[in-house]
């Protein structure tokens, strides 16, 4: 069975990994352990730190577990961070990263030529770095790259290690063991900056830093490696920069989305003919809106472009599950992966009255009903999260998941009474980043209702009762007919009864089981109502 | 003969009103949230059972099985009675344990 390794790049790449991340929640990637690398330049940036609090809180879901099969949280996932640094003195431009100043005045010509020539002197050369490469590719591609060589080399130094250096070296430690067997999937747009610069450029870099840590004794080889991404082309769109924020020279050039489009065109070409790409990449999946672009700024204040940094934590959208589910369809396909040259995979999705309607087909296909099987999880998930948040109330701060626990000890089940109120407000924390929260009374919409909302008014599984957001509407809400097809809405139960009722009979009916390979409490717990909400739903997976 | 009736008036009034109280029982749903009152709703209606099946199998044998005959047959008849009514209080106690421990994580294990 191959290793798994993802790598996500810059702000969209964070979102594609967040989406990834929950499905890995949803039980998508049973048995598996996955090794996850974040990269980018900017260490503030709002959805990187969305994400990796997503992934430290799936890792203290999951703490002490192990991979299992059909349950929530089935896999394990092992984060590394990396960020090539831009904050330190004399590493805030190109012109002072690169030293242009120094050398003799012979070097300092030539060095100044050769930039001059690529890289506009007053803008490109001078701009904050700390906020990404702000769609100038050319010079993200260079200095991404320069910043793994120079970990690699600061690793073969010894001395004045930085911890995402450290990060960094393990990640590629492991992609080394792993070597012929390792699956890498790089998640990331090509129509921005940090993203776009870097997906043609990491395979590479892997390799020479292999190469120079293990000095040549050690390499990828690509025609064997496995590597997988997203062509990942707009589906954003954000305030154009006016000329008073472009007044200074740290922002003298800032990403303007209305040449996203032509980022996108020029960056397909560029992927089309480009002799690495063809050659590092098995399988690259084209993934696009084909429509207008929805803004992501609008709720915010300012009348500025958002450039990086903490601010900038756009909504998730479908085109980045898209992408993770490219990567689930990457890491499970048994054939195609031994190609000389890259193969472009796509599909398309039904597109009527001004909207698309989703099927639970179109998401990782339906070979041996991958799709009711996708369903069958991302249902079981949403349903428990609404039992948590909605009937449990944990989005306005009470027991949530303890309830089921609260429920197993009424029903004398008392093997889960060892689970803490800790460990249950982290399964709580979990479900209000995946569905909803409420924050000061304010309805604050997760990550699958802000999905969905992209959609909207198109089909998207789930009925659209199933994703009210007010509390007289929550009240209402039966958990148990999320689904659009009433086929996978939980059993009536009989006179006098209701769904929830006929579900905590077979809460109580039901146990974990042991091909489901759970180990702690915590997971013979999850895989437990697991069972229990996917029996509920009712799909014919054989 | 008189002690018979009695007795098996008290039986079969503890064994309805049990049948009732589980009836009542699955009837409750189960409810959401940290403090669910159903299991409490259940407890409660099987104690309240328990209290009207006595009062029931002395009012039902007093007024509606007391048999004809002369004050022997009807002392007997009420000595009967009275133990039979204790004993249908004890046992619905007992039936109910009973039921409760065999369907322990069902409904009706709440009752105990």
């Known amino acids: ?542 | 003969m008189e002690s018979i009736t009695a007795y098996t008036v008290s039986v079969i009034i503890t064994l309805i009103c049990l049948f009732i109280a589980a009836v009542i029982a699955n009837l409750i749903k189960f409810e959401g949230g940290s403090k669910p009152r159903d299991p409490r709703i259940r407890k409660v209606y099987f104690w309240v059972f328990c209290l009207i099946n006595p009062i029931l199998i002395f009012l039902l044998g007093f007024f509606v099985f007391m048999p004809d005959g002369n004050r022997r047959v009807i002392g007997n008849y009420m000595m009967a009675l009275s133990i039979g009514t204790v004993l249908g209080f004890f046992l619905y106690i007992l039936l109910g344990f009973i039921l409760s421990r065999i369907f322990t994580n069902g409904k009706l294990g709440h009752w105990f």
């Open chain 1, 1 to 542: 069975m191959d290793k798994l390794f993802v790598i996500a790049v810059g702000g969209t790449g964070m979102r594609c990994l967040e989406a990834f991340t929950h499905l890995s929640a949803i039980g998508m990637f049973d048995s598996r352990e996955i090794e996850i690398l974040t990269l980018d330049t900017d260490q503030a940036n709002g959805n990187k730190g969305r994400v990796e609090k997503l992934i430290q809180l799936y890792n203290r879901i999951k703490a002490g577990g192990t991979p299992n099969a059909n349950t929530f949280f089935s896999s394990k996932l092992n984060l590394y961070r990396f960020y090539t640094n831009y904050s330190g003195q004399g590493r805030e431009n190109y012109k002072n990263i690169t030293r242009l100043n120094s050398g003799t005045p012979e070097q300092q010509r030539a060095n100044k030529l050769i930039s001059d020539l690529f890289l506009d002197n007053e803008s490109v050369q001078e701009f904050d770095l700390s906020h990404g490469y702000r769609a100038q590719t050319h010079l993200g591609s260079m200095l991404m790259y320069h910043g793994m060589i120079e970990a690699a080399r600061n690793i073969v130094r010894g001395t004045d290690i930085k911890v995402q250096e450290r990060e960094l070296d393990e990640f590629v430690t492991k992609l080394e063991l792993a070597g012929q067997d390792a699956r890498v999937f790089i998640f990331g747009s090509i129509f921005g900056g940090t993203g776009a610069s870097s997906i043609p450029i990491i395979p590479k870099a892997l390799q020479d830093f292999i190469k120079i840590r293990s000095k040549g004794a050690s390499s990828i080889d690509f025609s064997k490696a496995k590597f997988g991404s997203t062509l990942l082309t707009e589906y954003f769109t954000f305030k154009k920069p006016n000329d008073k924020q472009k007044a200074s020279k740290e922002n003298s050039i800032i990403a303007d989305a209305s040449y996203f489009p032509l980022n996108s065109q020029a960056a397909l070409q560029f992927y089309q003919s480009d002799p690495t790409v063809q050659l590092c990449y098995k399988m690259l999946y084209h993934i696009g809106w084909p429509v207008e672009s929805k803004p992501v700024d609008n709720a915010t204040d300012t009348n500025q472009t958002i450039t990086g940094g903490a601010t900038q934590e756009n909504a998730a959208h479908i085109t980045e599950l898209l992408a993770a589910c490219a990567a689930y369809d990457f890491f499970t396909r048994t054939s195609g992966l031994d190609v000389d040259k890259t193969e472009y995979v796509y599909k398309a999705v039904d597109f009527s009255n001004g909207a698309f309607s989703f099927s639970i087909h179109d998401f990782v296909g339906n070979a041996n009903k991958a799709g009711e099987r996708f369903a069958n999880k991302i249902g079981a998930l949403f349903s428990l999260a609404h039992i948590s948040l909605t009937v449990n109330n944990a989005a306005n701060g009470d027991a949530g998941i303890k309830g089921f626990i609260t429920r197993c000890q009424e029903q004398k089940i008392t093997q889960y009474n060892t689970i803490t109120d800790a460990e249950c407000d982290e399964i709580n924390d979990y479900f209000k980043a995946f569905a909803y929260t409420f924050e000061n009374t304010r309805f604050t919409p997760g990550w699958l209702y802000q999905v969905r909302s992209t959609v909207a008014p198109g089909t998207f599984i789930f009925d659209s009762k199933a994703f009210p957001d007010n509390l007289s509407e929550l009240k209402k809400l039966d958990v148990g007919t999320i689904f659009l097809d009433e086929k996978n809405h939980w059993p009536k139960g009989g006179i006098l009864a209701n769904r929830y009722d006929s579900f905590i009979k077979k809460l109580i009916n039901l146990g974990p089981e042991e091909d489901q390979q759970v180990n702690t409490t915590k997971e013979k717990f999850l895989a437990h109502i697991y069972n229990a909400i996917t029996h509920s739903q009712g799909f014919h997976l054989i």
